[in-house]
């Protein structure tokens, strides 16, 4: 099974861009779905997009708008940004290996991300 | 949008008790239903998913079923570390999580 690791600043001001890094080992990212997902202090997942290898997307709609997923196969890695940020995206970000309908097999630790000034 | 609702939000119970959980999306979504456990400061794990396969490694006594709307994970027998937040998640078009059922000790 792969590991996953999100790395990324833990503090981000209000209005800037929020982006994180999730670096996949133990296997290559050139196959499969890879899922961002959030957790906001003491409530629920909150599922953010998801990118296929070859680079196709698929964003939550409330965030559409202001989410860019992006992948870097060359390292292995996959990419979250999200803009305008606000209070309301302080939450733990996970990074995740989604296998479609059998659901999402492999999670990162994941990485408080803070949104103040 | 798909939405997703779970019930109970809590419950609580003890050792040896059958545990089920229901999930029922707003409309059908097939059996592209999946479920998780998270435990307090750690990231969730698949416990079942296309609502009644058993994720590797996971005991038997976690089980789900259900199809189109309407879905359950059933505990056969609580052990002491099922005590935890159980989230369903909808695969069929994007990937909306419902809000949680947390079971704790009684």
């Known amino acids: 099974q792969v590991q996953l690791q999100e790395s990324g600043p833990g503090l981000v001001k209000p209005s800037e861009t929020l982006s994180l890094t999730c670096t996949v080992s133990?296997?290559?990212?050139?196959?499969?779905?890879w899922s961002w997902i959030r957790q906001p202090p003491g409530k629920g997942l909150e599922w953010i997009g998801y990118?296929?290898?070859?680079?196709?997307?698929n964003y939550n709609p409330s965030l559409k708008s202001r989410v860019t997923i992006s992948v870097d196969t060359s390292k292995n890695q996959f990419s979250l940004k999200l803009s305008s940020v606000t209070a309301a995206d302080t939450a733990v970000y996970y990074c995740?290996?989604?296998?479609?309908?059998?659901?999402?097999?492999?999670w990162g630790q994941g990485t408080l991300v803070t949104v103040s000034s | 949008d798909i939405q997703m609702t779970q019930s109970p939000s809590s419950l609580s119970a003890s050792v040896g008790d059958r545990v089920t959980i229901t999930c029922r999306a707003s409309?059908?979504?097939?059996?592209?239903l999946n479920w998780y456990q998270q435990k307090p400061g750690k990231a969730p794990k698949l416990l079942i998913y296309?609502?009644?396969s058993l994720q590797s490694g996971v005991p038997s006594r976690f089980s789900g079923s259900g199809s189109g709307t309407d879905f359950t994970l059933t505990i056969s027998s609580l052990q002491p570390e099922d005590f935890a937040t159980y989230y369903c998640?909808?695969?069929?078009?994007?990937?909306?999580f419902g809000p949680g059922t947390k079971v704790d000790i009684k």
């Open positions: 409309q059908s979504i097939s059996s592209y």
């Open positions: 990118i296929y290898y070859s680079g196709s997307t």
């Open positions: 133990g296997g290559s990212i050139s196959s499969y779905y």
């Open positions: 296309a609502a009644s």
């Open positions: 995740a290996q989604d296998i479609s309908a059998a659901g999402l097999v492999g």
């Open positions: 998640q909808q695969s069929y078009s994007a990937g909306t």
